[in-house]
C-alpha cells in the first residue's frame, strides 16, 4: 500500500538555527497533512496542503507541497526550545479512508 | 483540552486480564479513529468508525475488540494481550470519514502488558 517516507529521523540543531524535514511518497497524494507530537504528549494538527507546488507559512514555519503532490517538506527559521517534538507528515492511502503516516523526525533543540 | 477525552491514562495489565480503554469526543464529529503508536514505528491504525459503524479493521489481532455506542463514544476491549501490545493507545476523531480534514487525537492511554 502507500506509504509516506520521511527524513532524517532525528535531528538535532542549536537554538537559533533553521530545520527543515522532508516527506516522499511513491504515488501521487490527493493532500498531505502535518502534524506535530511535542514530547509525552499526542499528535496536534499544524496545516493540510491540497494544491499542487503549494506554499503555507505559519509564522516560523513554512510548508510546501511538491510540484508532483509526491513530496512535502516542513522548514522551521530559527529554531527555538519550544520548537522540540516529532513532526508527522500524513497522506491518505490508495484506498480506504484512514490517514497513512510517516515515522516522523525528532527534533531536539538545544538552548 | 483536546475535545477528545481518554481514560484511563495509563493502564497496567497481565497477560491474562480483561480491560477496556474508553473515548469520547465532545466535538460533534461523526468519525472515530483507534491508532497504536509503539516506539520507532509509525502511527498504526487500527480501527475507523462512522457514524457508529466500522469502515476499517486494518487487521488487527481479534484480542483487540472495538466499540461504537454513538458517535461520541468509542471503546477498545483488550483481553489476553501481549507484551509487543504494549503501546500508546490514541484515539481520534474527525468531522467526516474522508481521507482530508484534520484529526482530533486525545492525550492516548499508555498500556503496559507485563
Known amino acids: 500500500g502507500q506509504q509516506v517516507m520521511q527524513i532524517p529521523q532525528y535531528q538535532h540543531v542549536q537554538e537559533g538555527e533553521d530545520f527543515t524535514t522532508y516527506c516522499n511518497s511513491s504515488t501521487t497524494l490527493s493532500n498531505i497533512q502535518w502534524y506535530k507530537q511535542r514530547p509525552g504528549g499526542h499528535p496536534v494538527f499544524l496545516i493540510q496542503l491540497v494544491k499542487s507546488g503549494e506554499v503555507k507559512k505559519q509564522k516560523r514555519l513554512t510548508f510546501q507541497f511538491g510540484e508532483a503532490k509526491k513530496n512535502s517538506s516542513l522548514h522551521i527559521t530559527a529554531t527555538q526550545t519550544t520548537d522540540v517534538g516529532t513532526y508527522f507528515c500524513?497522506?491518505?492511502?490508495?484506498?480506504?479512508?484512514?490517514?497513512?503516516f510517516g515515522k516522523g523526525t525528532s527534533l531536539l533543540v538545544t538552548p | 483540552e483536546t475535545g477528545v477525552t481518554q481514560t484511563p491514562r495509563h493502564l497496567v495489565m497481565g497477560m491474562t486480564n480483561k480491560k477496556s480503554l474508553k473515548c469520547e469526543q465532545h466535538?460533534?464529529?461523526?468519525?472515530m479513529y483507534w491508532y497504536k503508536q509503539s516506539a520507532k514505528k509509525p502511527l498504526e491504525l487500527m480501527f475507523v468508525y462512522n457514524f457508529k459503524e466500522q469502515t476499517e479493521n486494518n487487521s488487527v489481532p481479534s484480542r483487540f475488540s472495538p466499540e461504537c455506542p454513538n458517535s461520541s463514544h468509542l471503546f477498545l476491549h483488550l483481553h489476553t494481550l501481549q507484551p509487543e501490545d504494549s503501546a500508546l493507545y490514541l484515539c481520534?476523531?474527525?468531522?467526516?470519514?474522508?481521507?482530508?480534514?484534520?484529526?482530533?487525537f486525545g492525550e492516548g492511554s499508555r498500556l503496559t502488558v507485563l
Open positions: 500524513a497522506g491518505p492511502p490508495n484506498s480506504g479512508y484512514a490517514l497513512n
Open positions: 481520534a476523531s474527525s468531522r467526516i470519514v474522508l481521507n482530508t480534514g484534520e484529526l482530533f
Open positions: 466535538l460533534g464529529h461523526n468519525a
